[in-house]
């Protein structure tokens, strides 16, 4: 009798590494928010989003897209922004997925600091673009989501200034990890 013994994509290690990043991006979100009192809608600083680039270039795209997409709904669900969650999961998924697609292509594996910014820059607009849409919705208002975008600048460049030095420090590491 033969067994068919396939071996998983999903290790326990591959597991655990995931949903200690989901913690991680619930708890960096969590920890210093600052509400923006120029957005009328309650724009929100976070370091979130940093962690969402350090995963992504760090981890890949899959790591990137799935924990930041549980971890910062799981945010939203716990802390009054509800209704934003389901929009939270798709528009950080994708976010995730993107820096990791981009700063992983070309066998670059997240070391590239070109392709690591410019990951972070498409993202960005993917961003931008995704919460807008979602004020758009949420709101029944498309000129009211205008104020929301210099705040989503600020947070991407947040994640940019914070993300990139960690990332680079963690890439040396990240075979240990």
Known sequence: MEINREKSRFTTKYLVQTALLIALFFVA?????????????????????????????????????????????????SSGWALWAPFTFVVRGVMGYMVGAIAWSGKKEGNSIVLNIAAIILSGI??????YITEGVLYGNWVAPVQSIPGNVTQIVIGLVFGLPIAKILKRYAKYI
Do not use: C, Q
């Open 126 to 131: 993917w961003m931008i673009f995704g919460y």
């Open 29 to 77: 979100t969590s920890l210093i928010k600052i509400r923006l009192p120029f957005v009328s809608n309650g724009g929100l600083v976070h370091l979130g989003t940093a962690m969402l680039f350090i995963t992504a270039i760090v981890f890949g795209k899959e790591k990137g897209a799935i924990a930041g997409a549980i971890g910062m709904a799981i945010f939203d669900l």
